[in-house]
Nanobody, 115 residues
Framework: QVQLVESGGGLVQAGGSLRLSCAAS????????MGWYRQAPGKQRELVAR???????NYADSVKGRFTISRDNAKNTVYLQMNSLKHEDTAVYYC?????????WGQGTQVTVSS
């Protein structure tokens, strides 16, 4: 089992920044990707960014150039730095870990961007 604990969500004005953190514990060996999905009201959950154990990253087109995902292997923690936030970034953000299907999920953290 893998446990994921998220922190860092909140309310911010458009153009502002937030940093999300996701700390992993438990059976974290063999995790390939970790990253973030988000789900806005009435919409499907979508991949925001992910980072492989090798360090390679992928981003949704909508956040490229604004969001940066990183990881601290010593702390088993993944970060999502979100800059130039837009109202449409408002969603619940879920951290996930890929050790094969099904994914492990965090509890979710709310990000609200006021316009």
């Amino acid at each position: 089992q893998v446990q994921l604990v998220e922190s860092g969500g909140g309310l911010v004005q458009a153009g502002g920044s937030l940093r999300l953190s996701c700390a992993a514990s438990g059976s974290i060996f063999s995790i390939s990707f970790m990253g973030w999905y988000r789900q806005a009201p009435g919409k499907q959950r979508e991949l925001v960014a992910r980072i492989h154990s090798s360090g390679s990253t992928n981003y949704a087109d909508s956040v490229k150039g604004r969001f940066t995902i990183s990881r601290d292997n010593a702390k088993n923690t993944v970060y999502l730095q979100m800059n130039s936030l837009k109202h449409e970034d408002t969603a619940v953000y879920y951290c996930y870990a890929d050790r094969g299907l099904p994914y492990y999920w965090g509890q979710g953290t709310q990000v609200t961007v006021s316009s």
